[in-house]
Each structure stands twice: as C-alpha cells, then as structure tokens.
T-cell receptor
C-alpha cells in the first residue's frame, strides 16, 4: 500500500463548481498534513496546512480525520486559475524530522 | 527577498556520467532538502542537510550524495547516471525550527540519454 494515496484524476469542472479531493495515508503515527499546489512544469507551493479541527482559507477548506487516516480539500466557486495539480503531503515524524511524503497528485482543470 | 534558487535549469547527460546540481536556500533558511520528481509522480524525498550534515535520507542508493556549505547552500551529486534518473530535481529550504514549512525552488530538469 502506498504511503499517501490520492483520488485519480483528472477532474474537469466548470467555473464556479465545487470540487473535493480526497487523500488517505498509511502511517497512523503521521503528525503533520498539508496540501500543495503544483502548476505545470513548476515547483510545488504550499497551499495550506491541515489541522485536526479543520481549517479554511477563503474558498479552500481542509479537513483531517485521524481515525480514518483521511484528508480532504474542498474548493468552492472554482476559478480558471485553480487549474493545477493538487498534492496531498504527510509528515510522519513531526517537526524535528522534516521529510515530506507526497501523493502522486490530482490534476484539476477548470473550464470556462 | 530572494527565494530558493537552483542551477542549472536544464541538463542533459549520458548514461554512466556524473552530475552536480546546486541550490541556494531562501534568505534566513538553514536547512535544505532534496526531492526527485519523475513525470506524473509526486516528489520523493532524497535527503536533508542541516548544519552541513546529512540528517535524514530517503530510499535512494549511495549513487546519490550531497553536501551543504557553511553559507547553507547545497549540492546534489548523482554518479553513474541511469536512464531512470531522468526527473525534475527539487530543492526545498526551511529553518531549523520549522523544517516542515518548506519552500521549493524551480527545480533542475535532468534528462539522461
């Protein structure tokens, strides 16, 4: 089983749609969780950290379910500029050991 | 405030050759991590340098080695290149106190023929 698994893509949605990405992780000792965004042929950029209580940043909402080892990202009112690959990222060891474990990513295409 | 920089941007090498990639961390950062991203995959952790020492290593062979200099910049060396080493190599920097908040450079795209 892969350490971090994401929904297969691509997701093709119209502007204004709500889209949800899901991710599961295998190591129950995982401590930190993130969503990164990667544009085509560019570097990954941190979109948001994911906290146990869930967190929101504008149109983006992230949720964590530790019992199910499941992370989600919801994008509301999607824009053309949201088109990118969304990477689910987990750290198993906490801040003292900073290696990030990435999923394969889910590609989102927002159409006019 | 300069972000993470990497050089070169693109590189073409032949099987069996050796390559050195370079990274300068974001101003104020002292920790450098290297990742390999194959086409269609997420980045995979290679190793992390802090205080000029390799602190953690992912599942990569000894052909992959690195170095960190006193100014915190870093090099990634790959010996005896294989076709499968073709990938985007990403450098990420962070601080000693917040290693998880990593900022990525634009990467070096390595093609092995």
């Amino acid at each position: 089983r892969k350490e971090v698994e994401q929904d297969p893509g691509p997701f093709n949605v119209p502007e204004g749609a709500t889209v949800a990405f899901n991710c599961t992780y295998s190591n129950s000792a995982s401590q930190s969780f993130f969503w990164y965004r990667q544009d085509c042929r560019k570097e990954p950029k941190l979109l948001m950290s994911v906290y146990s209580s869930g967190n929101e940043d504008g149109r983006f909402t992230a949720q964590l379910n530790r019992a199910s080892q499941y992370i989600s990202l919801l994008i509301r009112d999607s824009k053309l500029s949201d088109s990118a690959t969304y990477l689910c990222v987990v750290n198993f060891y906490g801040g003292s050991q900073g290696n990030l474990i990435f999923g394969k990513g889910t590609k989102l295409s927002v159409k006019p | 405030d300069a972000g993470v920089t990497q050089s070169p941007t693109h590189l073409i090498k032949t099987r069996g050759q050796q390559v050195t990639l370079r990274c300068s961390p974001k101003s104020g950062h002292d920790t450098v991590s290297w990742y390999q991203q194959a086409l269609g995959q997420g980045p995979q952790f290679i190793f992390q340098y802090y205080e000029e020492e390799e602190r953690q290593r992912g599942n990569f062979p000894d052909r992959f080695s690195g170095h960190q200099f006193p100014n915190y910049s870093s090099e990634l060396n790959v010996n005896a290149l294989l076709l499968g080493d073709s990938a985007l190599y990403l450098c990420a920097s962070s601080t000693g106190t917040s290693k998880l908040e990593q900022y990525f450079g634009p990467g070096t795209r390595l093609t092995v023929t």
